[in-house]
């Protein structure tokens, strides 16, 4: 479990490499307090996933990894997962920011289905959730050190979604293949549904 400090750390990592993703600015562009209302969002999912014991880290705050495999978590865990994720969130922002994010979310989930895997495999999964590095340690192989052992331990298939297009080829150095995607027009965005 994370102390106060480190969650702190790691939070602002998750944030502040997260804060440009096109998927998380159709949620937040155009909120004047996106950038505080989304640390509050990445701040409760790490404590949520990591009092589930479903979060590894780099030392020092430079990386982190969330993720599940679907025989361990149940859709029901999986949504009091999300609602205590979202709790800190839902206490902070205004009424007016929830509506905004709530119809931005709406239209972002209409090319991001969390089910999509359905169609191509009746096994359990792992779902990688979030994975990110601090940029000092960009070539450094801290990608690797936290994407290998679940590639190696799990032994299930492991199926990602991303909204950046520069995340695909990384994710295939490691093997993973698109399967499937889908875009908006209205927003200007496209999900990347993956495989390994």
């Known amino acids: 479990m994370l102390d106060e400090k480190d969650l ?8 502040s490499r997260f804060i440009k993703d096109p998927g998380v600015m159709a949620q937040v562009n155009g909120l004047e307090r996106a950038k505080m209302l989304f640390a509050l969002s990445c701040e409760g999912q790490i404590l949520a996933f990591d009092q ?8 020092n705050g430079k990386g982190l990894l969330i993720g599940y495999s679907s025989d361990t978590l149940t859709q029901e865990q999986l949504l009091e997962v999300y609602q205590q994720a979202s709790s800190g969130l839902i206490e ?8 905004f994010m709530q119809d931005k979310g709406i239209k972002v989930n209409e090319v991001t289905d969390h089910s999509w895997h359905t169609k191509y495999t009746d096994e359990d999964v792992y779902h990688l959730q979030v994975i990110v590095v601090d940029e000092s340690l960009k070539g450094t192989g801290a990608f690797r050190k936290l994407l290998m052992p679940i590639i190696k331990q799990k032994g299930l298939p492991i199926v990602l979604q991303t909204h950046n297009p520069q995340n695909v080829p990384i994710y295939e150095h490691f093997g993973f293949r698109i399967i499937e995607s889908n875009s908006s027009e209205e927003i200007a965005l496209t999900c990347y549904c993956m495989m390994r």
């Open 8 to 15: 702190k750390v790691y939070t602002e990592l998750m944030a």
């Open 92 to 99: 902070t922002a205004t009424e007016a920011e929830l509506l």
């Open 52 to 59: 589930r014991n479903l979060l590894q880290v780099l030392e």
